[in-house]
């Protein structure tokens, strides 16, 4: 460790602009700290990594007017994830060997994060996800962290509510997207080890605007109920548009996508009726409610995602503040200090990481009745 000079000395070099070194464990303001961010800033996809980048910019804002990383201001280097995995490969490239970041937050699809998950941990760089729920990221490495639950959860727990309504034969229309393959081959896998049947399983790729074709093919078959797993809501919109065309009345489970402000504000009464499972998520909470404001205030609205996404997105930052300003800039002993997080309260609620790397969440299942998700009682 460098010697730590005497403060008179340490002035003396301030004054002169001469003071260009420092220990890590010291407050100094010498440094500008990178962190990287992989999300989707352009495609259908856009509206997430955007509002992933706004609650990071307040994030920025609040933590550098508040003397930063021990007097260090933080910057974000944006990369544009795309959403896919080709664009996460060329982000986190570029972050890790050009940039030099040693923390990034994203992906924020789950694919982004799974792409990048192997260059994050050969490096021994943290890669945060405030998104990304696929349930394969809970092995995707040491390094991999995410302080949003797994889609595990969530399919279970729809399978579950499924059956005991007494919906017994599915078909499975979901987009070929490493977040939506999982939760509806999770869905596929508890629905059938319950003596459910599915009777159709379907997927598009993410570039499909018709899907004529597949409903079709599902409202002439055995099937009762219908699971829709879209990545955004602006292609769950699409899809529910052309079951309304073809007289679709088969009862829908879908994801937290339903909830969007694209589909509740705009076309409310397409969804009516439709069973989804979202994070518990509780908005009366005194910091979630300040979170909230201020988001509201700088940028005008939430957009039409479901708001925990943008409150983990502005937690995640605050966590790598807290990690750096415990154990400094070290990757190993960053990582260490993640796994020991407990009872972390924060804008999204409180936060518990797991021996995974992976947020312990509790998901609830609601319905759209009259526009808004209400939560179904008694699900197994």
């Given at each position: 460790?460098k010697k730590?000079m005497?403060?008179s000395?340490f002035?003396?070099?301030l004054i002169s602009?001469c003071?260009n070194?420092?220990?890590?464990?010291t407050?100094?303001?010498?440094h500008?700290?990178?962190?990287?961010?992989?999300g989707?800033?352009t495609?259908?996809?856009s509206?997430?990594g955007?509002?992933?980048?706004?609650a990071l910019?307040?994030?920025?804002?609040?933590?550098?007017t508040?003397?930063?990383?021990h007097?260090?201001?933080?910057k974000?280097?944006?990369?544009?994830?795309?959403c896919?995995?080709?664009g996460?490969?060329?982000?986190?490239?570029?972050l890790i060997?050009?940039?030099?970041?040693?923390?990034?937050?994203?992906?924020v699809?789950?694919?982004?994060?799974l792409?990048?998950a192997?260059l994050?941990e050969q490096?021994h760089t943290?890669l945060?996800?405030?998104s990304?729920?696929?349930?394969?990221?809970?092995?995707?490495g040491?390094?991999?962290f995410r302080?949003?639950?797994?889609?595990?959860?969530s399919?279970?727990?729809?399978?579950?509510?499924?059956?005991k309504?007494g919906y017994?034969t599915?078909a499975i229309?979901?987009?070929?997207?490493?977040?939506?393959?999982?939760?509806?081959?999770k869905?596929?896998?508890t629905?059938?080890?319950s003596?459910?049947t599915i009777?159709?399983?379907?997927s598009?790729?993410?570039?499909?605007?018709?899907w004529r074709?597949?409903l079709?093919?599902?409202?002439?078959?055995?099937?009762?109920?219908?699971?829709v797993?879209p990545?955004?809501?602006v292609?769950?919109?699409?899809?529910?548009r052309?079951m309304?065309?073809?007289?679709m009345?088969l009862p829908?489970f879908?994801?937290?996508?339903?909830?969007?402000?694209?589909?509740?504000?705009?076309?409310?009464?397409?969804?009516?009726g439709?069973?989804f499972?979202e994070?518990?998520f509780?908005?009366t909470?005194?910091?979630?409610?300040?979170?909230?404001k201020?988001?509201?205030t700088?940028?005008?609205?939430l957009?039409?995602?479901p708001?925990?996404y943008?409150?983990?997105?502005y937690?995640?930052?605050?966590?790598a503040?807290?990690?750096?300003?415990?154990?400094?800039?070290?990757?190993k002993?960053?990582?260490?200090y993640?796994y020991?997080i407990?009872?972390?309260?924060?804008?999204?609620?409180?936060l518990t990481?797991?021996?995974n790397?992976?947020?312990?969440f509790?998901?609830?299942?609601k319905q759209i009745?009259?526009?808004?998700?209400?939560?179904v009682?008694?699900?197994p």
């Amino acid at each position: 460790m460098k010697k730590i000079m005497k403060l008179s000395f340490f002035m003396i070099l301030l004054i002169s602009g001469c003071a260009n070194t420092s220990s890590k464990e010291t407050s100094s303001p010498v440094h500008t700290i990178p962190i990287g961010f992989i999300g989707p800033l352009t495609g259908d996809a856009s509206s997430y990594g955007i509002a992933t980048k706004n609650a990071l910019e307040l994030a920025v804002q609040d933590i550098n007017t508040s003397g930063g990383i021990h007097g260090n201001p933080v910057k974000i280097i944006y990369e544009d994830g795309m959403c896919n995995g080709t664009g996460a490969t060329a982000a986190a490239q570029k972050l890790i060997n050009v940039d030099k970041v040693q923390y990034i937050i994203g992906g924020v699809c789950s694919g982004e994060t799974l792409t990048a998950a192997p260059l994050a941990e050969q490096s021994h760089t943290i890669l945060f996800s405030p998104s990304s729920g696929s349930p394969d990221i809970s092995t995707a490495g040491d390094f991999i962290f995410r302080n949003f639950p797994s889609d595990s959860s969530s399919a279970t727990k729809l399978a579950s509510l499924a059956l005991k309504k007494g919906y017994n034969t599915f078909a499975i229309l979901s987009e070929s997207t490493d977040y939506a393959q999982a939760f509806s081959n999770k869905f596929a896998d508890t629905f059938q080890k319950s003596m459910g049947t599915i009777s159709l399983q379907d997927s598009y790729p993410s570039t499909e605007t018709d899907w004529r074709s597949e409903l079709t093919k599902i409202k002439n078959s055995d099937a009762n109920a219908i699971l829709v797993v879209p990545q955004t809501p602006v292609k769950l919109l699409l899809i529910l548009r052309q079951m309304h065309e073809l007289g679709m009345k088969l009862p829908l489970f879908t994801s937290e996508s339903i909830a969007s402000e694209t589909i509740l504000q705009q076309n409310p009464s397409l969804a009516e009726g439709a069973y989804f499972a979202e994070p518990l998520f509780d908005d009366t909470r005194a910091q979630t409610k300040l979170f909230l404001k201020e988001y509201k205030t700088k940028y005008g609205n939430l957009g039409e995602l479901p708001p925990i996404y943008i409150a983990t997105a502005y937690d995640a930052l605050f966590i790598a503040k807290e990690a750096m300003e415990s154990v400094g800039e070290d990757t190993k002993k960053i990582k260490d200090y993640l796994y020991q997080i407990k009872n972390r309260e924060g804008a999204a609620g409180v936060l518990t990481i797991d021996q995974n790397g992976d947020a312990e969440f509790e998901y609830v299942v609601k319905q759209i009745q009259n526009g808004k998700g209400q939560t179904v009682e008694d699900v197994p």
